[in-house]
């Protein structure tokens, strides 16, 4: 699989506020990986219209998404930073992909169990259908890897089958147009990081996330200095002082979940921040945190405030990286058309 070039996608829904996960988990690593590949960044509307959205909510949190991308150091030219809507061949290729994905396998999605809940029946076909979406937005720029947060790496492992299925099932007629043996890449995630899944502030068993109901599970982009440190003083801990190595977390989820965020904060390792702060109190180890919280998120949502306030210029990013995103996903279709044996006029 090594002939395809490498290229870095990945996607945010904007379905409620960013949190502290969203962002240790993927957007800061996507600003890293700019300086070595072409990226492709995208504001998924789409996938957060399988649960209802409000539609003046939905345009401004598309915008929220753009903000924080930019914000946290995207650049837009270097790179393409769109929302899935505008290029509607992700639709076009997640309806071939319907097609070769199998039942079962996304009977088998976990995600797709914990957010339909109990009323399964009641859940919206897209929410089911959810990670062909996915795929599709991934294939349709053939790209090789993915940053992502521990959670969605089921749904990686799909897009993987899915890919190699579609260059199985139609391995002779990729060949006949001159695709050789593959027209998909196995797509690697890339998973990495003292917090690939952030745990919430209230119950270290469970993630970080923009749907659980009490704000005090999360930390927001967008939160003041204040509400970074009346959140992180609430968080939920254990009566025991910091152990001095990894080993001592073990069974201790919420002192886990603290170190991993203060590592992950300051580029470091879980080793590092028990060096230094191994034996201490929460207490102090909790006001040590506040603190390169602020200085690392106080300027992420000062920026993101004044980005809000020109929304002409949100959108403007937006309609040129669909330009470009529709570029590369275009040929891929065409290619896809031609392999599946439709006839193009
Ligand atoms: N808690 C987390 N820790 C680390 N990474 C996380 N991600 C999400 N939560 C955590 C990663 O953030 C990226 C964008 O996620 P998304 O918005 O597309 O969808 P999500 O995973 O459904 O996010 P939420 O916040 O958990 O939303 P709800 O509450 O709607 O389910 C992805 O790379 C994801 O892995």
Sequence with gaps: MSSFPQRI??????????????????????????????????????????????????????????????????????NIVFNQSQVHEHAELAWVLNCVARIGWLNRMTQFKEKAGKDRENASVGLYVYPNLMAADILVYRATHVPVGEDQKQHLELTRDVAQKFNNDFAESIAA????????PLTEPLIAGPATR???????????????ASDYSR???????????????????????LPGEAAGLEGRPEAENLVAIYAALVDGTVEDV????????????????????????????????????????????????????????????????????????
């Design 9 to 78: 996608f990945s996607g945010v829904q904007p379905t409620g506020n960013l949190h502290l996960g969203n962002y240790l988990g993927a957007i800061k690593r996507f600003v890293a990986l700019q300086a070595d590949f072409p990226c492709i960044y995208c504001v998924v509307d789409m996938h957060a219209i399988t649960i209802p959205q409000d539609p003046k909510e939905l345009r401004r949190q598309i915008r929220e998404v753009t903000a924080a991308f930019l914000a946290v150091g995207i650049d837009p030219v270097k």
């Design 177 to 184: 147009c001159g695709f050789g043996e593959a027209f998909f």
């Design 198 to 212: 952030v745990m919430s502030l209230r119950d270290g068993s469970k993630k970080m996330s923009k749907s659980d």
């Design 219 to 241: 930390i927001n982009l967008t939160d003041d200095a204040d509400t970074i440190a009346q959140k992180f003083r609430k968080a939920k801990t254990d009566p025991e002082p």
């Design 274 to 345: 028990l060096r230094d702060h191994g034996g201490a109190q929460f207490s102090a180890f909790k006001g040590a945190l506040v603190d390169v919280a602020v200085s690392k998120l106080g300027p992420i949502a000062g920026e993101m405030r004044r980005l809000m306030a020109d929304p002409g210029h949100i959108d403007a990013v937006l309609a040129d990286g669909s330009r470009r995103a529709s570029a590369i996903a275009h040929e891929t279709m065409n290619a896809v058309k031609d392999i599946v044996g439709f006839v193009r006029s």
